[in-house]
């Protein structure tokens, strides 16, 4: 017979029948786990981003098994696998005029590099299988700029120049240690880097095109503004 106490429903070996109550550094070690395993290119960024809400937000240590249980057990081993694979080669994607626009499953090198002279760059990362824990993508144009969309949990760093065309990064809360990183180097005469957050597609309202559609009216405001910009340099430069 089971005891009972004034507690709530204990197992037979006394443990709580809801399962062990999870603590902060259990967590800490799962969401490093799924990192290791987003950088091993096992897991999807959208699939990282949905399975670290719920480890964050895990009370029980089965909870946080679930989340793992299709993952290596060793960190350290999947994280030295992929290091000795090397830096690898880089993945070049050049022409004349348009750029690189991409969305839905692709793996992204640990290397991109985009040249153009008139053609920006287009990224949905939701379903990005990442080659390497920390990736670049390094962008080169005379007129195009930067357009991604990243899920919640990634960090990203973008640099570069841009004569005109700034760099806007939507806010969101900073990744814990050890998270995928995309570094963004985009160098152009005119075109920013936009980088927007958001929840996984599957947590999106309306259908996946929905978001392209919205994504694209983005990248026509962006244009406008840029256009505005030019405008208004010529008439500053008209009447001096």
Known sequence: MNATTGGGATAGDGEPAAGIRASDAERDATLERLSAATGDGRLTLEEFSQRMDRAATAKTRAGLDRLVADLPTDVGAARSAVAER?????????????????????????????????????????????????????????????????????????????????????????????????????????????IYRGGPASQREGPAEGSQLDWRSRRRADRHEWRAQRRAERRSRRYR
């Open 86 to 194: 090397g830096p690898g080669r880089p993945s070049w994607h050049i022409s004349p005029i348009g750029g690189l626009s991409v969305s839905g499953p692709w793996r992204m090198e640990r290397s991109v590099i985009v040249v153009s002279l008139i053609g920006g760059a287009d990224l949905d990362l939701s379903q990005a299988q990442l080659a390497a824990p920390e990736v670049t993508l390094t962008k080169v144009s005379l007129l195009g700029g930067v357009s991604i969309a990243v899920p919640p949990g990634i960090r990203v760093d973008a640099s570069g120049f841009s004569l005109i065309g700034g760099t806007s990064v939507d806010a969101g809360p900073e990744p814990g240690p050890g998270a995928p990183t995309v570094r963004i180097r985009a160098f152009s005469l005119l075109g920013g880097t936009r």
